[in-house]
């Protein structure tokens, strides 16, 4: 049955318009993987697979905490740009207001359990005692940056969601930029190990958070502020909450499948882990390439959908795949020639060195088979879509996991990865197919058209 008739706000999108959200995005993004980078290789200097391993396995527990509250970041945005698309201007800064709540309470909630969070994230990501005591002391100081990491997201979420892509980029140049340079000042300079990689995280993140709310001040200046009363409005904040639920379970989903990528690459042994927490890296900086489109497709079909204008959704689709194709394409290409000499900038240790050049094909073929699943999950956030999005991920680990007790016992590490290709093709493959399904039902006719054709 077809949505009620709405009016329909038309809008025009070419590709100009996907790139000037997507251009800026993308370098935004792409400062997080370097981070990520910059924290491996910082650690990989001292020569010590114990302490890489360590920051593996830290970094999947707090991706386990920190990235199943995304919903802060893509649920804000997808519901900002329908407001921004309906011409909402009272909802606009509700909805900011309502994900700012969520995140203070979430971090204090995560700092109060941090305990519980970190023995369990360590007896389920297992690695040696060594790792394991790594792993402790980089978590314990880290968590205290829970409440400022959720902030941040909800302010990212609401700028993009404004399609205000450059002031996204200022956000994470500032927080990235920040995270880099204490952490090389911590490590190499004075010697503070993985504690002082986890410090410049706390310290930048709450830095940015000051930076990103002066910002949200400025952007709102002259703008009346809505009431307490409408901004815990029960039926917008029951939707809210219906929405960020779904996206949380999508979220803890897909952390589930990485975390067990990890923990099998524990089971192998010290340099495995540390070589495919290597490889992975450069899968995530790939990722992140893709990512600044799909941001491109949530804030498009976002106002798209809030403007009930199916010919900018159609565009949007068509121009977000395309170019995704054609970076995904120019990222393998890039990795096969240079993938190398990556490794030897990542670690000093020859036999990671030696064990990386043997699965690098895997991170030439991943970004091929994920294409679609980057582009889709901007396209089904913006318009909300989030109960086919946790669905079809549920679909795609069950996949994984069969894969995984299918294959890696023939062919061992390249099983693994090739079990976490499948993972990333199905995601992609399901939600193509239900995405002209959920249009039909999600556009409802222009009725000034059918008054025209009556």
Known sequence: ??????????????WRTVLTIALPMTIAYLSTPLLGLVDTAVIGQL??????????????????????????????????????????SREIPA?????????????????????PIRDAGLFFLGGSDAVQAATASYFDIRVYSAPFLLANYAILGWYIGLGRAGAGLALQLFLNGLNIALSLW?????????????????????????????????????????????VFDREQFLKTMALNRDIMIRSF???????????????????ILATNTILEKFIMTAAFFLDGLATA??????????????????????????WSFVICGLLSILIALFGPQLLDLMTTSDEIRATGREYLVWVIIAPVFGVLAYVMDGVFIGATWSRDMRNMMLVSLAAFLAAYHLFFPI???????????????????????????????TFSPDPIALSNRA
Request: hydrophobic share 50%; charged share 15%; glycine share 12%.
């Open 1 to 14: 049955m077809n949505a009620p008739t709405r009016p329909t706000l038309p809008f025009d999108v070419t």
């Open 47 to 88: 020569g010590d697979p114990v302490l890489v391993g360590g920051i593996a396995i830290g970094g999947i527990i707090f991706d386990l905490a920190f990235t199943t509250f995304n919903f802060l970041r893509s649920g804000t945005t997808g519901l900002t740009a329908q407001a921004v698309g309906a011409n909402n």
């Open 95 to 115: 909805i900011l207001m309502r994900s700012l709540c969520i995140a203070l309470i979430a971090g204090i909630a995560i700092i109060l359990l941090q305990v």
């Open 186 to 230: 911590f490590v190499m300079g004075l010697s503070l190990g993985v504690e002082g990689v986890a410090a410049a995280t706390v310290i930048s993140e709450a830095a940015t958070t000051l930076l990103g709310g002066a910002a949200v001040l400025w952007t709102l200046k002259g703008s009346p502020w809505p009431s307490r009363a409408h």
């Open 253 to 271: 989903t897909l952390l589930i499948a990485f975390s067990y990528f990890v923990a099998r690459s524990a089971d192998q042994g010290e340099v």
């Open 297 to 322: 497709a949530e804030q498009l079909v976002g106002r798209a959908v809030g403007g009930n204008y199916r010919p900018a959704f159609r565009k949007t689709v068509r121009l977000t795949v395309f």
């Open 411 to 441: 062919w061992g590490n390249d099983g693994l990865w090739l079990a976490l290709t499948i993972f990333l093709g199905i995601r992609g493959l399901s939600l193509s197919v239900m995405c002209r399904w959920r249009a039909d039902r």
